[in-house]
Each structure stands twice: as structure tokens, then as C-alpha cells.
């Protein structure tokens, strides 16, 4: 779905609140460096920034999750500006269409569900998690990645000083969903999932 000026929001080192959702982030300003190759054929110190950048969006992500909103993080929608140092300046994310909210979440915050939000609404953590993961993880930096151990040395270096929740929890040691396309296509409707062994807890 195409994206609006009113359908996006983003969060930079100087950047008032826009909402909720679109506060400045402290993690905007961790460095971003990921190679045009792919990581598995990266330097070490490119590793290194790849994670740092991973742990940008995923702390985002994650941090919204707990706040009772769940991103569509592919990436189409997640986007990341740099400078010519590598340095991330803003995180950009388009297309609310696909945001869902977490009416029990948001209450344990003191937040309101958004007027335009009530058909959006989700309370299963299994759902919320798998449209976080599903497009941060599998569906972006799983195929940056290239194969499961370097995404296991990406994923365990930029998920091990986050904040512990339950969800990061799920994050490190649980499968991961993906999006199972070809049986999509095969069987029209309601979306179809595949769980994927974790790459931090094999070993990657």
C-alpha cells in the first residue's frame, strides 16, 4: 500500500514528539554501517556495526511492543537514513495501515487505544510478536544476513544489553515466524505461517 505524508512518522536526534509512536528514540543515535554484499562476506567491525543497527531497530520495535504498539518493520515500511559517516540521523517508518495495537498493553501504560485504530486492535502476544518479528527479523535481516549463523551472531550481539522483557525473551529462544508465501498463494485468505528454529539458541 502506498505510502502518505500523513501515513508516516519519524524519529530523529532533534525531532519533537509526533505521537506516541513517534517520539525521539535514545537509541537514534547508534551507528549504522552494513555492507553492500551482504554481512557474512562483512569485516568483523562491519558485523559489529550491523548489530549496533539491528539493536536500534529491534530496541525500537521492542520498546513499542511493550508499549502496546506493533510495527510492520519490512523493509518497505522501516527506513533508515545515514550520513556519510554511517551514522543512522533517522529512523522513518510509512504506512499506518498496517499497525496493530494492543488495547491491554496501552491500558498498562496509561495510553489510549487511537480513535482510528479499532479495527487494528490485537491482545495475543503471539500475534503482536509475530508482526514485529516476522518482518524485522525473517523478513529483512534474515535475507541481509544471508544464512542462520551470522544471523545468530547478528541477532545475540544486538539483543544482549536490551532491556529484558518477555517479548525479547521470545525474540532470543523462541521459533521464528515467517510469512509461508507459497502456501498463500496456493490457499487465498487469511495468512499462513511457518516457524523457523531460532538462530541465538542454535548456536549461529
Given at each position: 500500500m502506498g505510502s502518505s505524508p500523513q501515513s508516516a512518522w519519524s524519529a530523529s536526534p532533534n525531532s519533537p514528539p509526533i505521537s506516541p509512536e513517534g517520539r525521539?528514540?535514545?537509541?537514534?543515535?547508534?551507528?549504522?554501517?552494513i555492507g553492500r554484499g551482504g554481512l557474512?562476506?562483512?569485516?568483523p567491525q562491519v558485523l559489529n556495526s550491523s548489530a549496533e543497527n539491528t539493536s536500534l531497530a529491534g530496541g525500537v520495535c521492542l520498546d513499542l511492543l511493550d508499549l502496546g504498539v506493533a510495527l510492520e518493520t519490512h523493509g518497505q515500511n522501516l527506513l533508515a537514513v545515514i550520513d556519510a559517516d554511517d551514522r543512522v540521523r533517522r529512523l522513518v517508518y510509512r504506512d499506518l495501515d498496517d499497525i496493530r495495537f494492543s488495547p491491554a498493553r496501552l491500558a498498562r501504560h496509561s495510553r489510549p487505544v487511537p480513535a482510528p485504530?479499532?479495527?487494528?486492535l490485537d491482545d495475543d502476544p503471539s500475534a503482536?510478536?509475530?508482526?514485529?518479528?516476522?518482518?524485522?527479523?525473517t523478513g529483512a535481516l534474515g535475507p541481509l544476513a544471508g544464512d542462520a549463523p551470522t544471523?545468530?551472531?547478528v541477532l545475540e550481539a544486538a539483543t544482549r544489553e536490551l532491556t529484558p522483557t518477555a517479548d525479547l525473551s521470545a525474540l532470543r529462544t523462541q521459533p521464528l515466524p515467517a510469512r509461508a508465501l507459497?502456501?498463500?498463494?496456493l490457499v487465498p485468505g487469511a495468512d499462513q505461517w511457518a516457524l523457523l528454529p531460532n538462530p541465538v539458541t542454535a548456536g549461529g
Open positions: 525521539e528514540h535514545p537509541r537514534i543515535r547508534r551507528r549504522s554501517a557474512r562476506r562483512a569485516r485504530a479499532r479495527e487494528l503482536l510478536r509475530r508482526q514485529v518479528f516476522s518482518c524485522l527479523i544471523l545468530g551472531t507459497t502456501l498463500m498463494r
